[in-house]
């Protein structure tokens, strides 16, 4: 019973200070240049963000 409460513990320091740090990870995970094109490619061949990129980034502006 103390072992389980234990892991529950460090479980929830691991996820709290992985929350705290959350944009920092996010800039070193980006930082490796296989990573980044991995998660760029996965990420375009979802239809629900590819559209919205692509939308964005090809909207007429008005004059």
């Known amino acids: 019973m103390l072992r389980l409460i234990v892991q529950i513990f460090l479980i929830g320091l691991v996820v709290y200070a992985g929350f705290k740090n959350r944009y920092r ?5 980006l930082s490796n240049s296989m990573v980044r094109k991995f998660l760029v490619t996965k990420s375009l061949n979802m239809p629900i963000i590819r559209d919205k990129m692509m939308q964005s980034m ?4 008005k004059r």
């Open 58 to 61: 090809f909207t007429q502006t």
């Open 25 to 29: 990870l996010v800039n070193v995970a």
